[in-house]
């Protein structure tokens, strides 16, 4: 069993006109400290790995802190605290954080007055405020749960940023529920209101690059979104979800291809709402899209440091690196974007370990995401692979929170001395468009002219080649020149992953050739150096001019690639052939193999 939530009590001192738990007086047989002590010996017994406290409201018992203490001893990896944080003060901060408090949940449904309004507790806005303060003080893992009822349709959208403005990025995300039953009926809102309401806090969530996601036994199935890919991070759908009495799948559910891992729609919701219209999806990128291969945890866990390797220009040495990524969510939304953006941050301490381990291996470690400048703990990541480890810390971004010069200062203080930038158009329009994200370009080129007057640091502008973009690598070549001269230019080629980009996208190769061979003639020209072309997201070198591939080539270790590559019949005798990936599997099953040549010479 995974996760167990633990009741202290059913008190509360809010009383939230959507809230079906809360009661006038508990009986005391149930909440005094041994019963409690009871139920956790209980789910230790059952090895669970997270333990839920809730209530009522945990904060009101004084021996909050022994209780959390307890659930750690009983072999709970994360302890988890359900609370309006209005009880919190520093000192009982610092005491749940002693006792092994791994999260808070805090809830927060509305901003000011609203709020007070929705729990009638006047002046419980400003004191939960205060709570979550202490708890971020303490080093609390803090998120913040909101539902979406009728007093907050108008306003969740503008929650992310409000959260974010207040308490800086520290937060750990916004996980948001949609009621389905209350004791004001009223407040109950329909699925297409909340997908509104949830759509515009999605946008706002990536604005400030906040984590947002649906509680996990909440509505609505991503089927009544009018386009559900484009909210897929709310989601964490595995195969095999165990069915809930509580839910049905009404008879269109057959024919969707979520039926095994969506719970369908709850039993309190079609008793209200009979005629409910559900759209089966049937699209596979969408599938794939909505879906974890595994539990969340384990994916987190698999995807949090990933092996890989880089051959330096200068000396030829190939040395291995570590890709830790410090969080998965991201401010920019970009179609062909391969990383699982719909995870949750790993916990601090799973970072650091992951850190320290690839830097004492002798790794070099780089520091990714998602968009990894949101995690308000870089600057301390970057010092402990530094402190750790004999390379300088490489950092993969799209440089929209380095246009603040304090933070690109800081970073480099640290030890960041290589950092790639994602830039894929030189107009506004093209790239907020790619990376679906509007007045994000503007940024990144501020902080590339951050970077850029760190002369120590390697600074390298990663441009994806792709369909939409062709045309505008050459007129990249000129603007690096001109603004970033001392940058290397990366050119990458999209590659159709299995689970989410667009194979429109991804372009024949014989179609951007011809923009690729201009950009390498007006590179050379203007004295742009251009690389790339030797990584797993390069081209086969073959149809690389020889004067543009690398000098030195490291050669490639047997099964490096973990079978993403092939080397068809045309790669026979290929001088290059143990320097060279080779044809993407998902490239060859798309546009076939037939524009490969075999090099005689490998110059």
């Known amino acids: 069993m995974r996760s167990q939530l633990i009741t202290t009590h059913r008190t509360c001192n809010q009383n939230c006109t959507y809230c079906n738990v809360r009661v006038v007086a508990d009986v005391r047989a149930d909440i005094h ?18 333990v839920v406290l809730s209530g009522g409201e945990p904060g009101m018992r004084s021996d909050l802190p022994g209780l959390v203490a307890e659930a750690r001893r009983g072999g709970a990896a994360e302890v988890t605290l359900e609370t309006n944080a209005t009880l919190l003060d520093a000192d009982r901060a610092r005491a749940l954080h002693a006792a092994g408090l791994t999260l808070a949940r805090v809830n ?34 803090v998120e913040v749960s909101a539902v979406v009822i009728r007093a907050t349709l108008g306003s969740l959208g503008a929650l992310p940023e409000q959260l974010v403005e207040a308490l800086g990025p520290s937060l750990r995300g916004l996980r948001v529920r949609v009621p389905t039953e209350s004791p004001d009926p009223s407040q109950l809102v329909t699925y297409e209101e909340a997908c509104a309401a949830l759509s515009a806090a999605h946008a706002s969530a990536r604005r400030v690059g906040l984590s947002l996601k649906l509680a996990p036994d909440s509505g609505p199935p991503p089927c009544f979104f009018p386009q559900p890919a484009a909210v897929s991070s709310l989601y964490a759908l595995t195969p095999g979800a165990a069915p809930r009495s509580d839910h049905a799948h009404p008879p269109p559910c057959a024919s969707c291809s979520l039926r095994d891992r969506c719970l369908g729609v709850p039993t309190a919701y079609l008793a209200r709402h009979p005629d409910t219209a559900l759209r089966p999806i049937t699209e596979d990128r969408v599938r794939r899209r909505l879906s974890l ?22 000396t030829g040495e190939v040395v291995d690196e570590t890709l830790v990524r410090v969080n998965f969510h991201c401010n920019q939304s970009c179609a062909f974007c391969f990383v699982s953006t719909h995870l949750p941050p790993a916990t601090d301490a799973a970072v650091r370990d992951a850190i320290v381990t690839a830097a ?7 520091l990714t995401g998602g968009e990894p400048t949101l995690n308000p703990r870089l600057v ?62 503007a940024r990144t080129l501020l902080g590339l002219d951050q970077l850029h007057r760190h002369a120590g640091v390697t600074l390298v502008i990663n441009f994806v080649l792709m369909a939409r ?62 690389r790339g072309f030797d990584s797993m997201c390069g081209i086969p070198l073959c149809l690389v001019p020889a004067e543009a591939r690398p000098a030195l080539l490291g050669e490639i270790p047997a099964d490096y690639d973990q079978g993403e590559f092939v080397h068809p019949a045309a790669c026979d005798g290929c001088a290059l052939a143990q320097r060279c990936y080779g044809l993407r599997r998902s490239y060859r099953d798309l546009h076939g193999d037939r524009e490969l040549r075999a090099v005689s010479r490998p110059d």
């Open 360 to 366: 004492r291996a002798g790794h070099r470690v780089s």
């Open 380 to 441: 301390e990541y970057v010092a402990l692979a530094r402190e750790h480890g004999p390379h300088v810390v490489a950092l993969q971004t799209n440089a929209v929170r380095l246009a603040d010069p304090a933070l690109t200062d800081a970073l480099v203080a640290a030890g960041v001395g290589w950092v790639m930038v994602s830039l894929h158009a030189v107009t506004a329009e093209l790239s907020d468009a790619l990376t679906e994200s509007p007045g994000t370009f």
């Open 33 to 50: 400290t041994g019963a409690v002590l009871a139920r956790l010996r209980d789910a230790s017994a059952q090895k669970v790995r997270e």
């Open 293 to 314: 291969i595994d539990t969340v945890e384990d994916q987190v866990r698999r995807e949090l440091a990933q092996p890989s390797r880089y051959t330096d220009q200068v």
């Open 108 to 141: 927060l449904t509305a901003w000011g007055d609203a709020l007070d309004a929705i729990t009638r507790d006047p002046g419980g806005f400003a004191r939960t405020l205060d709570g979550l303060r202490a708890l971020l003080a303490a080093g609390v893992a």
């Open 469 to 530: 973009n062709r045309d505008a690598l050459l007129p990249m070549v000129r603007l690096v020149a001109a603004r970033w001269p001392r940058a290397i230019l990366n050119v990458s080629f999209v590659f159709a992953s299995s689970d989410v980009v667009p194979t429109a996208l991804v372009p024949r190769y014989a179609d951007v050739l011809p923009q690729l061979f201009a950009a390498l003639a007006e590179a050379s020209a203007l004295g742009v150096d251009v």
